[in-house]
C-alpha cells in the first residue's frame, strides 16, 4: 500500500471501530487492521458475545451506522471530494440490512408486520415475464421511502458520533499508520483518550513493551487466542 492508501484506510477502519463502539447493542470491537486481505484494504472484527438466533431493530440499526462509519471518517478527515469507493460494499451490506427491515422483518413503522417480498427462487428462462407483480407502484415507493429513512437515520447518528469523537479518530488513525493492527487493549486505550503503547506482537523497533509484558515473548496461553465466528467491516 502507498501511504496516502495507508493514511485512508486507516482514518476509514477507525472510523468503523468508534461508531461500533458507540452505538448500543452493537458486538464488541476487538481487533482493527488496516494490512490488506484480499481485496479489502482493512478490517476491523467484531466478535460476538454469544450466539444469537434473532437480531433486535436496535442492534440492526446500530449495524447499518457502524457500516457507515468509515465512509464518513473519510469525509471528515479528507473532505467530501476525497471519499473514495472503498465503502461500496459497506453501504451495499447497510441498504440490504434496511431493506430487509422493510421488506422482510415487518420492522417498518409505516407498513407494519408484513412481508413484502418474494423468496429468491431459481432462475429460469421466461422466469421475469411469467412472474406476477407482488406489490403496487404506491407500495414500492413506500417501500423506498422507508429504507430511505432508516439509512438517513443511522448515517446521521454515525456522522454525529465521529464528529464528537475526531480525537479518538485520529489517535486510532495514528496507531494504525504506526502498528498496522490494533487489538482491545489499545483499542481501550484510545476510547480513553490514552496514546495507545504498542500490540504485544509488535516488533517495530520504535517502543518497548511494559516490563510486566517483556518477559512473556511470543508464549501466548490457549486461554488467550480468540475463537468463534467473527463480523467484520
Do not use: C
Amino acid at each position: 500500500m502507498s501511504e496516502e492508501d495507508k493514511k485512508l484506510t486507516a482514518y476509514h477502519e477507525g472510523g468503523h471501530a468508534i461508531v461500533g463502539l458507540l452505538v448500543p447493542s452493537h458486538d464488541p470491537v476487538y481487533k482493527v487492521s488496516i494490512i490488506p486481505r484480499g481485496r479489502a484494504l482493512g478490517i476491523t472484527m467484531f466478535l460476538p458475545e454469544e450466539d444469537r438466533y434473532s437480531l433486535s431493530k436496535e442492534r440492526l440499526e446500530s449495524q447499518i451506522s457502524s457500516l457507515f462509519g468509515g465512509r464518513i471518517a473519510e469525509s471528515l478527515t479528507f473532505g467530501e471530494d476525497s471519499v473514495t469507493t472503498g465503502a461500496s460494499n459497506d453501504i451495499q451490506r447497510a441498504t440490504e440490512i434496511a431493506r430487509n427491515m422493510v421488506t422482510k422483518w415487518g420492522l417498518s413503522e409505516k407498513l407494519g408486520p408484513l412481508t413484502y417480498s418474494e423468496e429468491e427462487g431459481e432462475v429460469f428462462l421466461g422466469h421475469s415475464v411469467t412472474q406476477h407483480k407482488v406489490v403496487s407502484d404506491e407500495t414500492a415507493h413506500i417501500i423506498d421511502d422507508e429504507i430511505r429513512v432508516i439509512i438517513d437515520r443511522n448515517y446521521k447518528r454515525a456522522e454525529q458520533i465521529l464528529a464528537d469523537n475526531l480525537d479518538k479518530l485520529e489517535l486510532m488513525a495514528k496507531a494504525l499508520i504506526k502498528y498496522e493492527t490494533i487489538d482491545a487493549e489499545q483499542i481501550k486505550d484510545i476510547m480513553a483518550g490514552k496514546a495507545p503503547g504498542p500490540p504485544e506482537d509488535w516488533d517495530g523497533g520504535e517502543a518497548e513493551p511494559p516490563a510486566d509484558k517483556a518477559e512473556k515473548g511470543d508464549e501466548k496461553s490457549a486461554s488467550s487466542k480468540i475463537g468463534g465466528p467473527a463480523s467484520s467491516h
